[in-house]
């Protein structure tokens, strides 16, 4: 019986991208369909020399007709990329869906609409850019005057995990290239689809060859290694846990090279009893389980005010209960499967730790059961706990799936110590109708990012990343070109 999800017939052979041509190698590994175990492709896996390859390319490129172009002519070449992922909108999100197991509609707005505005967006972005200027008399009378010019930075080697595939490799594609820069760019090894697509349409739109690269591998002993060891890669931005993080840039340490850096999270929410209670339950939920957990930006340490708790858990259960888990395509479906077996086998081990860490299971803790081929899958049940000690593994490491613990608290003040508590700064969700308190705890939060009464939305031109073992910088907005230029500053004298 042929797989209720595969991929289009161009993408089961996945080639490498280095230098304008797809590039083939001996090494092939199995790209496999999450929601059933099918192999959907053979991935080429590129190995030292086709990176070196690849990274020697994108150099040259710096000093080939990409260098000379204007902001606005590289703007209308990333606009071209992103007509072409309009055009090929429903590949994209085939891409998604088999390799990710996601809900088709989530594929449709996460992913490829993403893309799409990833590109056009910083393209955008790029042709407003400016530097500084400042005029001074000196203490001897002469005149100075001083103002900035933005470089690109040269070869950039971004490094992508699987979570969101499209929508990461293009978040970084779009603000480097605008800034003039070349690329290798590597997804995980668990999503390669989207990114040859992506390879396709940079090609189809006639972005010159060397500029954006493609090289397909794993981490350690792979391409990913080699891109960050290599002596012509002039920056790395890197998206995925905060462990490969530290590896990477001790590796990026000896060329002293440039890094941003968006890694793990193990997010708080808060909510008081002043919330509207609907739309605060309803947010947990989606913090909480959207793309089965797999979102850096997802809640897993919930606390709730003491007068509302046991209201809120059990209305919380009661619309877990209710998500929908099953095939992507499926009526009204709110969760696919998790990535992988191996996620699945580490997510499991969560639940188990969790029971024996004391835990008081609300909902879930298992593997839904479908009677088809399903049950090779990596299905998971949305799963919620209370009566975990702060102390607590499960309360203190990313589980990255579909889980959240509820804790109540008693005041503000304790709410707030106990979720700074934590190694991880990324992402804090707020519910209040206080408005004094909204913006009193708001700014309280160690995080990179406070929502009040929303969650995950957010303009793209705004700053984002983590503080302390979520990550190193910030991009968005011009925090990203500032990231992927180099400004000199020239000095006259008048
Ligand atoms: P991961 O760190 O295992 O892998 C990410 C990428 O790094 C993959 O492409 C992998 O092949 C590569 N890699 C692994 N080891 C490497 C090494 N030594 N040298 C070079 N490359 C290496 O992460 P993952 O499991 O793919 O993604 C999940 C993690 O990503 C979670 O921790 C999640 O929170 C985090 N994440 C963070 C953000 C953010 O914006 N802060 C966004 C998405 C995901
Ligand atoms: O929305 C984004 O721009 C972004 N980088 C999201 C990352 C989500 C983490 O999984």
Not at 218 to 242: C, K, Q, Y
Not at 359 to 376: Q, Y
Not at 415 to 443: E, F, I, K, P, Q
Not at 444 to 453: E, L
């Given at each position: 019986?042929?797989?209720?999800?595969?991929?289009?017939?161009?993408?089961?052979?996945?080639?490498?991208?280095?230098?304008?041509?797809?590039?083939?190698?001996?090494?092939?590994?199995?790209?496999?369909?999450?929601?059933?175990?099918?192999?959907?492709?053979?991935?080429?896996?590129?190995?030292?020399?086709?990176?070196?390859?690849?990274?020697?390319?994108?150099?040259?490129?710096?000093?080939?007709?990409?260098?000379?172009?204007?902001?606005?002519?590289?703007?209308?070449?990333?606009?071209r990329v992103a007509d072409v992922i309009?055009?090929r909108?429903?590949?994209f999100?085939?891409?998604?869906?088999?390799?990710?197991?996601?809900?088709?509609?989530?594929?449709?707005?996460?992913?490829?609409?993403?893309?799409?505005?990833?590109?056009?967006?910083?393209?955008?972005?790029?042709?407003?850019?400016?530097?500084?200027?400042?005029?001074?008399?000196?203490?001897?009378?002469?005149?100075?005057?001083?103002?900035?010019?933005?470089?690109?930075?040269?070869?950039?080697?971004?490094?992508?995990?699987?979570?969101?595939?499209?929508?990461?490799?293009?978040?970084?594609?779009?603000?480097?290239?605008?800034?003039?820069?070349?690329?290798?760019?590597?997804?995980?090894?668990?999503?390669?689809?989207?990114?040859?697509l992506l390879a396709e349409a940079f090609h189809e739109a006639?972005v010159?060859?060397?500029?954006?690269?493609?090289?397909?591998?794993?981490?350690?002993?792979?391409?990913?290694?080699?891109?960050?060891?290599?002596?012509?890669?002039?920056?790395?931005?890197?998206?995925?846990?905060?462990?490969?993080?530290?590896?990477?840039?001790?590796?990026?340490?000896?060329?002293?090279?440039?890094?941003?850096?968006?890694?793990?999270?193990?997010?708080?929410?808060?909510?008081?009893?002043?919330?509207?209670?609907?739309?605060?339950?309803?947010?947990?939920?989606?913090?909480?389980?959207?793309?089965?957990?797999?979102?850096?930006?997802?809640?897993?340490?919930?606390?709730?005010?003491?007068?509302?708790?046991?209201?809120?858990?059990?209305?919380?259960?009661?619309?877990?209960?209710?998500?929908?888990?099953?095939?992507?395509?499926?009526?009204?479906?709110?969760?696919?499967?998790?990535?992988?077996?191996?996620?699945?086998?580490?997510?499991?081990?969560?639940?188990?730790?969790?029971?024996?860490?004391?835990?008081?299971?609300?909902?879930?803790?298992?593997?839904?059961?479908?009677?088809?081929?399903?049950?090779?899958?990596?299905?998971?049940?949305?799963?919620?706990?209370?009566?975990?000690?702060?102390?607590?593994?499960?309360?203190?490491?990313?589980?990255?799936?579909?889980?959240?613990?509820?804790?109540?608290?008693?005041?503000?003040?304790?709410?707030?110590?106990?979720?700074?508590?934590?190694?991880?700064?990324?992402?804090?969700?707020?519910?209040?109708?206080?408005?004094?308190?909204?913006?009193?705890?708001?700014?309280?939060?160690?995080?990179?990012?406070?929502?009040?009464?929303?969650?995950?939305?957010?303009?793209?031109?705004?700053?984002?990343?983590?503080?302390?073992?979520?990550?190193?910088?910030?991009?968005?907005?011009?925090?990203?070109?500032?990231?992927?230029?180099?400004?000199?500053?020239?000095?006259?004298?008048?």
């Amino acid at each position: 019986m042929p797989a209720r999800f595969a991929l289009p017939p161009s993408l089961t052979s996945l080639r490498n991208y280095v230098g304008g041509e797809f590039v083939s190698t001996d090494k092939r590994f199995d790209n496999v369909c999450p929601l059933d175990g099918h192999v959907l492709a053979q991935v080429h896996e590129a190995d030292a020399a086709l990176v070196d390859q690849a990274v020697q390319s994108a150099h040259k490129a710096l000093a080939g007709p990409w260098g000379a172009m204007s902001v606005d002519e590289r703007a209308k070449l990333l606009h071209r990329v992103a007509d072409v992922i309009e055009r090929r909108f429903d590949d994209f999100v085939a891409a998604e869906v088999a390799d990710t197991g996601r809900p088709v509609e989530q594929a449709k707005k996460l992913d490829v609409f993403r893309g799409m505005l990833n590109l056009r967006t910083f393209a955008d972005l790029g042709k407003a850019a400016h530097g500084d200027f400042f005029e001074m008399r000196t203490a001897d009378g002469a005149d100075l005057m001083n103002y900035t010019v933005r470089k690109p930075l040269g070869v950039v080697a971004s490094i992508s995990p699987w979570n969101l595939p499209l929508l990461s490799m293009t978040w970084k594609a779009g603000p480097a290239l605008i800034c003039g820069n070349t690329m290798v760019v590597k997804p995980s090894e668990e999503t390669p689809s989207s990114a040859t697509l992506l390879a396709e349409a940079f090609h189809e739109a006639g972005v010159p060859p060397g500029v954006f690269n493609l090289v397909h591998g794993f981490g350690p002993n792979s391409a990913g290694e080699a891109m960050t060891r290599h002596p012509l890669v002039d920056a790395i931005t890197f998206t995925g846990e905060s462990r490969t993080g530290s590896t990477i840039m001790k590796a990026a340490a000896d060329g002293m090279k440039e890094v941003s850096f968006e890694l793990g999270g193990k997010n708080p929410a808060l909510v008081f009893a002043d919330c509207d209670f609907d739309a605060a339950v309803d947010g947990v939920v989606r913090s909480s389980f959207t793309n089965t957990g797999q979102v850096c930006l997802c809640s897993e340490r919930v606390y709730v005010e003491r007068p509302i708790f046991e209201r809120f858990v059990a209305e919380l259960k009661k619309r877990t209960e209710k998500l929908k888990i099953g095939w992507p395509d499926e009526p009204d479906v709110a969760m696919g499967s998790l990535i992988s077996r191996k996620h699945q086998a580490k997510v499991l081990s969560y639940y188990k730790l969790a029971l024996e860490e004391g835990a008081t299971l609300v909902s879930g803790g298992g593997v839904p059961r479908f009677g088809d081929e399903r049950d090779h899958g990596a299905f998971i049940e949305p799963t919620i706990w209370t009566g975990l000690a702060d102390q607590a593994r499960c309360l203190r490491e990313e589980v990255f799936g579909p889980v959240c613990h509820i804790a109540p608290f008693d005041t503000e003040e304790e709410a707030m110590a106990r979720a700074n508590d934590s190694v991880y700064g990324l992402a804090a969700t707020l519910w209040t109708t206080n408005l004094s308190r909204a913006h009193r705890v708001a700014r309280r939060f160690h995080t990179g990012i406070v929502w009040v009464n929303t969650w995950y939305l957010r303009d793209l031109r705004t700053p984002f990343g983590g503080s302390k073992l979520s990550g190193l910088g910030r991009e968005g907005g011009r925090h990203s070109l500032d990231f992927y230029s180099e400004t000199t500053n020239i000095c006259v004298k008048l």
